[in-house]
T-cell receptor
Framework: QKEVEQDPGPLSVPEGAIVSLNCTYS??????FMWYRQYSRKGPELLMY????GNKEDGRFTAQVDKSSKYISLFIRDSQPSDSATYLC??????????????FGKGMKLTVNP | DVKVTQSSRYLVKRTGEKVFLECVQD?????MFWYRQDPGLGLRLIYF???????EKGDIPEGYSVSREKKERFSLILESASTNQTSMYLC????????????FGSGTQLSVL
């Protein structure tokens, strides 16, 4: 079993839809959970960052971590065409996880249609 | 804003050529990384560096080397390019201990013919 699993999609939704992106993981030592967004022909950029379990909200974006199920989610409300991108989950351990130990999902390509 | 700049957006090279990919960051980050990104395989770490003149192998270092002579600059070297090294190459940087907010460059799409 891979450490981090992410459905690669692609996912296509109409503008205004609620989008749910998910990752599962197997390493119970993961404590830091991130979502990166990557536009076409660009590098990934950090979108959301959470530590341990719970929810974190930033505008239309909500990151959710369920450590008991080893499952993380990113919700996008009122999705816009500008949200069309590839979304990568990433996670790391505590306390000694260096950047080189960051584990990425393969990414889910999202298209929001006007 | 943090800026990570990769010298080339697109590069076409011939098999057997020596290839240099350059990366510069302007935020005084200690950590620098080279990844490659391939469809269906995701991001894979090639090499990383915690400090000047220091380097560590990542998950797929074979066929690559790196150089970090200055803190802001991290170079990836393909000693003898092969067709299976055709890929998107991404440089990233971060502070030590930020666990682990990476800042990426825009990438270099390398084609080896």
């Amino acid at each position: 079993q891979k450490e981090v699993e992410q459905d690669p999609g692609p996912l296509s939704v109409p503008e205004g839809a609620i989008v749910s992106l998910n990752c599962t993981y197997s390493n119970s030592a993961f404590q830091y959970f991130m979502w990166y967004r990557q536009y076409s022909r660009k590098g990934p950029e950090l979108l959301m960052y959470t530590y341990s379990s719970g929810n974190k909200e930033d505008g239309r974006f909500t990151a959710q971590v369920d450590k008991s199920s080893k499952y993380i989610s990113l919700f996008i409300r009122d999705s816009q065409p500008s949200d069309s991108a590839t979304y990568l989950c990433a996670m790391n351990t505590l306390p000694q996880g260096g950047s080189e130990k960051l584990v990425f999902g393969k990414g889910m390509k999202l298209t929001v249609n006007p | 804003d943090v800026k990570v700049t990769q010298s080339s957006r697109y590069l076409v090279k011939r098999t057997g050529e020596k290839v240099f990919l350059e990366c510069v960051q302007d935020m005084d980050h200690e950590n620098m990384f080279w990844y490659r990104q391939d469809p269906g395989l995701g991001l894979r770490l090639i090499y990383f560096s915690y400090d000047v003149k220091m380097k560590e192998k990542g998950d797929i270092p074979e066929g690559y080397s790196v150089s970090r002579e200055k803190k802001e600059r991290f170079s990836l070297i393909l000693e003898s390019a092969s067709t299976n090294q055709t890929s998107m190459y991404l440089c990233a940087s971060s502070f030590v201990g930020t666990n682990e907010k990476l800042f990426f460059g825009s990438g270099t799409q390398l084609s080896v013919l």
